[in-house]
């Protein structure tokens, strides 16, 4: 039990001292870019899935 103890308390040191945490703003530019990008991927997926059924759609009604 001790070993773990210990485990938790190092990790919370580690946590306060040796990590570099971003400031504000950096989170915030990096959260808009991030969503900018999942958003900008989306619409990319979106645009090739309507892509693909219309012409699958296209190709199975000339078999037909």
Do not use: C, H
């Amino acid at each position: 039990m001790s070993k773990l103890t210990k485990y938790f308390q190092e990790t919370s040191e580690e946590m306060r001292y040796k990590v570099t945490w971003p400031s504000l703003e950096e989170l915030q530019k990096s959260a808009g870019l991030v969503l900018i990008g999942s958003l900008l991927f989306a619409a990319v997926v979106g645009v090739l899935d309507v892509a693909f059924k219309e012409s699958l759609e296209a190709f199975y009604n000339s078999v037909r």
